[in-house]
């Protein structure tokens, strides 16, 4: 078996809750408990779950864009939380991220042609007339006109200004993005356009994605695994068709029935979790998931004991003491049913 490009082992990122007006520390919110997952190279790992979940804490912990408070992540046989400033530096040629909102994460002071150069600049890959030429290469890969590189962010709509954060990523020739929920913002018709380009660069470079999402349409599209946070801990992982056929945690359960079907006449049979996420600051003793959970077989001993990530089938793991597959699988199919047209009633 091959050796994984990034390999994130027991990763953990709290904040700490100060008060009082010597700030003392009063708690810990605990944003990532303790992930571990891999990523291959040429791969793409979605990481999914409800807002709040730490998903997206967990991409730029792994980048070290926020310091880690424990754990490890191991990127082409690199210990990234041991590196120094310089060498963290030399690595992240290899390692990017697109942000989530491409209004807010570009800097309005600065061209395109600008924004795009700065990573040729700062890892001096090109300069002069040979930068120039690389920035207009890079925005003509992701669809837009070269001469659009003296134009401002404010001159351009959301999916345009995504394309630029892609090419600016894209600038020092990575090998492992982190898509942080890159298509959230933008409308549903530019959403396929983008993913499109997404799978389309990956095609041609090879490249390895974390794909952060919470829309689950979008992931059974461009993901081949799948991981379900929630509450700070992974809960299921899994190909991606095993876990949208036959999802076995109650949680991932749910979070498919809520995705509209396409299908004219079909609806999904929902599945209504009771209560309130509980507070990372003051999660749940056992599984975290136990508050909420509707499983048949649910006792005293969810809220007792912490269910280790164990692979109940095949390639597809899940932290659940009581669901042996195939016990509870709940298949696709089953979370559909069929409805009378609008148009015949």
Not at 137 to 157: K, M, N, T
Not at 266 to 278: A, F, W
Not at 293 to 300: F, M, T, W, Y
Request: glycine share 6%; with cysteine; proline share 8%.
């Amino acid at each position: 078996m091959s050796t994984p490009l990034l390999s994130v082992r027991d990763l953990v990122k709290h904040f700490p809750i100060k008060s009082g007006i010597f700030g003392k520390v009063s708690g810990q919110v605990r944003a990532v408990d303790g992930i571990s997952f891999d990523v291959n190279a040429a791969e793409t790992l979605a990481l999914v779950g409800e807002s709040g979940c730490g998903k997206s804490t967990a991409g730029r912990a792994i980048l070290r864009l926020i310091e880690p408070t424990s754990g490890s992540v191991s990127f082409d046989g690199h210990d990234v939380l041991t590196l120094g400033r310089e060498e963290l530096r030399r690595l992240r040629r290899k390692m990017q991220i697109i942000f989530q909102d491409p209004f807010s994460s570009l800097n309005p002071r600065m061209s395109i042609g600008a924004i795009v150069r700065e990573g040729l600049t700062i890892h001096k890959l090109a300069e002069g007339a040979a930068a120039d030429t690389r920035v207009r290469q890079l925005l003509d890969e992701v669809g837009l006109r070269p001469e659009y590189a003296s134009r401002y962010p404010h001159e351009f709509s959301g999916g345009q200004r995504q394309r630029v954060g892609i090419a600016r990523a894209l600038s020092v020739e990575p090998s492992f993005i982190v898509c942080d929920e890159p298509v959230s913002a933008l409308d549903v018709s530019v959403q396929a356009q983008v993913v499109n380009l997404l799978q389309d660069l990956q095609r041609d470079r090879g490249l390895a994605y974390l794909f952060i999402a919470h829309d689950l349409s979008v992931v059974e599209h461009i993901a081949d695994r799948v991981a379900v946070m929630y509450l700070g801990h992974i809960v299921e992982l899994a190909p991606v068709d095993m876990l949208f056929d036959m999802p076995i945690m109650p949680y991932t359960q749910a979070l498919l029935s809520a995705v509209p079907a396409p299908e004219p006449g079909v609806k999904r049979e929902r599945i209504l979790l009771t209560g309130d996420v509980p507070s990372p600051a003051n999660p749940p003793s056992g599984c975290v998931f136990h508050p909420r959970c509707q499983h048949p077989a649910k006792d005293e001993e969810c809220a007792r004991v912490v269910p280790p990530l164990e692979e109940k089938t095949p390639g597809h793991w899940a932290a659940c003491i009581k669901q042996n597959a195939p016990d509870f699988f709940i298949p696709r199919s089953a979370l559909h049913r069929s409805v009378p047209s609008p148009v015949n009633s």
